[in-house]
């Protein structure tokens, strides 16, 4: 199960510095089955007063882009096709972005932008529309996290991975804020246990959820070789 955005004003938020645990770096990753291809329209947006790293739908065809704040910066083309789910994460401190996409079980850094200061704490993570520079891409998204921390290209993978079930926060619970299932339009339920719930407008629920994680674990007996003595008298 997960969110389906649709229209105007489709959301899920979690707003506010303290929310966001007062940190001027963070981690801000979801999954997202892409069904747009309306240049600027926005999927995850982690944000501060004056800056933003924003993962958006691109100009280009079969697209989706990283930029920094807004359309300003370079923005870095990901192809991705319809219809397809894939893992998208944002780490911002206050003087570096990075953005990486996840698919196939391959974690690719999507782009990387030093060329800013800005030092003041987050305090927006937007999956969809972000209320001011466009709408929300459509499609879906779940198993949305946010962390006041930056994840390690190791650790987004191993997050990415996993297969959440129900009460299962995160692979990683250091410095983690919020893990939200995403799985319908009503349940805000933050699996963290610090009580963060997202604010959800205008998205219904899907049946469409990513398939994800390594499967059912396996049992692999060791062989041990006999060895045999033959004791003589």
């Not at 892409?34 to 995850?44: G, N, P, Q, V």
């Not at 003041?120 to 466009?134: E, K, Q, Y």
């Not at 290209?153 to 191993?158: K, Y």
């Not at 893990?179 to 899907?206: C, E, H, K, R, Y």
Request: charge should be negative; hydrophobic fraction near 35%.
């Amino acid at each position: 199960m997960s969110l389906r955005f649709d229209g105007v004003s489709d959301y899920a938020r979690l707003t506010g510095a303290a929310a966001l645990d007062n940190s001027t770096s963070g981690t801000l990753l979801g999954w997202y089955r892409k069904e747009d291809s309306t240049a600027d329209r926005d999927i995850l947006v982690l944000s501060r007063s004056g800056s933003s790293g924003r993962i958006a739908i691109s100009a280009t065809a079969g697209n989706i882009k990283g930029l920094y704040s807004g359309d300003a910066g370079s923005a870095v083309n990901y192809a991705v096709a319809t219809n397809t789910w894939v893992g998208l994460a944002i780490t911002l401190t206050d003087s570096a972005l990075n953005i990486y996409a996840f698919s196939g079980g391959t974690l690719t850094l999507v782009m990387s932008d030093t060329s800013f200061y800005a030092p003041s704490n987050l305090n927006n993570a937007f999956f969809g529309d972000t209320g001011s520079w466009s709408e929300a891409a459509f499609g879906c998204y779940c198993y949305g996290r946010y962390w006041s921390r930056v994840l390690s290209p190791a650790e987004l993978t191993a997050e990415f991975g996993m297969t959440p079930s129900s009460g299962t926060p995160a692979a990683s619970t250091t410095n983690l804020r919020g893990s939200w299932p995403m799985a319908n339009s009503t349940d805000t339920t933050d699996w963290s246990g610090v009580g963060n719930t997202l604010t959800i407008s205008g998205a219904v629920t899907s049946s469409d959820e990513p398939s994800i994680g390594g499967g059912a674990a396996v049992f692999i007996p060791t062989q041990y070789q006999r060895t045999n003595s033959l004791l003589r008298m």
